[in-house]
């Protein structure tokens, strides 16, 4: 069984940064994909970026390219989502999910096996 939890959310200022963490225990198999999720109030669960655990391909949603990276240390089971940049339109609960997903459906909630709790992000203007 694969567990993931969050850390590093928080409230930071339009134009700021923010680093957050997804650790894992359990198992994690060379093919799953490892991605990062945000919901905010009233509004659906949307894909921010994905990370391959065995080659580390990067794939993000056109809001958040050029502003996040996502990254993974394979050797501490956990991936990183570093946030610059960040916009009040960032403000949401960050979900990390990892599952053993075809590439064509990495971009959807329903893929996924094993979730985080979740951790806030909250950007003011």
């Known amino acids: 069984q694969v567990q993931l939890i969050e850390s590093g959310g928080g409230l930071v200022q339009a134009g700021g940064s923010l680093r957050l963490s997804c650790a894992a225990s359990?198992?994690?198999?060379?093919?799953?994909?490892w991605s990062w999720f945000r919901q905010a109030p009233g509004k659906e669960r949307d894909f921010v970026a994905a990370?391959?655990?065995?080659?580390?391909?990067?794939y993000y949603a056109d809001s958040v390219e050029g502003r996040f990276t996502i990254s993974r240390d394979t050797a501490k089971n956990t991936t990183f989502l570093q946030m610059n940049s960040l916009k009040p339109e960032d403000t949401a609960t960050y979900y990390c999910?990892?599952?053993?997903?075809?590439?064509?459906?990495?971009?959807?909630?329903?893929?996924?096996?094993?979730w985080g709790q979740g951790t806030q992000v909250t950007v003011s203007s």
């Open positions: 999910a990892a599952a053993a997903v075809i590439a064509s459906r990495r971009r959807l909630p329903s893929m996924y096996d094993h």
């Open positions: 359990g198992h994690i198999f060379n093919s799953y994909t």
């Open positions: 990370i391959t655990w065995f080659d580390g391909d990067e």
